[in-house]
Nanobody, 124 residues
């Protein structure tokens, strides 16, 4: 069964760190494009960071603070989030699409498999 399960969300203070995990089952992550997305209340889902082949994508708002990585042995993708701000709050989702991607591919509409999400709340 094709499944993505996120974990690692929680409540953190301004300037704190969290590491989100996304464990994949039923498919091999290494053969897929992977993304982290977030959605705040009343806002559209947005791309945070994506990985495909040797390329990494980051939203301007998180560059230098967030880092995406994969552990192919564990079939898991991570999002290390540092220097968190209240505007980083939202539900974080991981998503996958088959194959590699090029160009501006870190967009929710391009991904067809999604996890259930994990809540991140940054207090000021």
């Amino acid at each position: 069964q094709f499944q993505l399960v996120e974990s690692g969300g929680g409540l953190v203070q301004l300037g704190g760190s969290l590491r989100l995990s996304c464990a994949a089952s039923g498919f091999i992550l290494d053969y897929h494009t992977i993304g982290w997305f977030r959605q705040a209340p009343g806002k559209e889902r947005e791309g945070v960071s994506c990985s495909s082949g040797g390329t990494l994508k980051y939203a301007d708002s998180v560059k230098g603070r967030f880092f995406i990585s994969r552990d192919n042995d564990e079939n898991t993708v991570y999002l290390q989030m540092n220097s968190l701000k209240p505007e980083d709050s939202g539900i974080y989702y991981c998503a996958a699409r088959a194959g590699t991607s090029i160009g501006n591919y870190c967009k929710p509409a391009l991904f067809d498999s999604w996890g259930q999400g994990t809540q991140v709340t940054v207090s000021s």
